[in-house]
């Protein structure tokens, strides 16, 4: 199920992306939605990428609050809002407050 996720959600927002390519620039809102689209876009895939192929700290979190994943060489990173890696060290990671 995770896999079909992983393949659909970036599909449909990029044919949202490309919707919003069709329509033509007013005051500058519309080149400002594509950027926001593309990095919503990136940041999805990104993330469903190492939800499948990277394990995630379940105990630990980012700077800001962020779902901290270990990638193959054990090494600490969160996905940004613009879909990049940030590699984090561990002294850097804050434990999970449970309610």
Known sequence: MKK???LI????LLSFQAMAQHQ???DGKVGKTINKIGNK??????????AVGDKKYDSKVGPGGQ???INKHSRYYYVNG???KVYVSKSKLR?????
Request: cysteine-free; proline content about 6%.
């Open 95 to 99: 434990n999970v407050h449970h309610r």
């Open 67 to 69: 779902t901290i994943y």
């Open 4 to 6: 079909i996720k992983f």
């Open 41 to 50: 876009t990136a940041e999805v895939a990104v993330k469903g990428a190492s």
């Open 9 to 12: 959600i970036p599909a449909l």
């Open 82 to 84: 613009r879909g990049k």
């Open 24 to 26: 033509t620039p007013s």
